[in-house]
């Protein structure tokens, strides 16, 4: 499948941060969600700016190429890259970000697929999108 027929075909929108997504579970609980889980999927040319949130989230991959998440527990670095894939001699498909770690990622090819599992549960709220032209500098 293209890029264009997985967002058709999981009704994926378009995402604040860059990219495509949409949430897929819930876990209501009394107050703040226990947890939430969304599709993300990153087209070629495509970036998920430099954010953050105030709670853990772990990237899973599941299609398409392989992707850079980049994280950095300051604002001034050093970010350190990550690749998520099931090559497991290259990178691995799973990564945790805690709580308040500044992320980014971008696909290597066409396009990426992955979700993303927050716990507590995601709010908008406790999301800040890094100002445009920000960047970490790396390791």
């Known amino acids: 499948m293209t890029a264009e027929q997985i967002i058709r075909h999981l009704e994926l929108e378009p995402h604040p941060e860059g990219g495509w997504y949409r949430q897929t579970w819930i876990a209501d609980t009394p107050g703040r969600a226990s947890g939430t889980c969304i599709y993300f999927l990153l087209k070629s040319g495509e970036r ?25 527990a300051t604002d001034t670095g050093p970010a ?5 894939t099931p090559d497991l001699d290259a990178g691995a498909p799973q990564q945790i970000v805690p709580p308040g770690w ?17 716990s507590p549960g995601f ?9 445009p032209g920000f960047d970490i500098p790396r390791a």
């Open 48 to 72: 998920s700016h430099w954010h953050r949130v105030d709670a853990t989230e772990i990237w899973l991959w599941h299609a398409g190429a392989p992707l850079v998440l980049s994280m950095s």
């Open 102 to 118: 500044w992320q980014a990622a971008r696909s290597t090819g066409e396009y990426t697929l992955v979700s993303c599992t927050v």
């Open 80 to 84: 350190t890259d990550h690749l998520l």
């Open 123 to 131: 709010r908008f709220e406790g999301f800040e999108l890094a100002r």
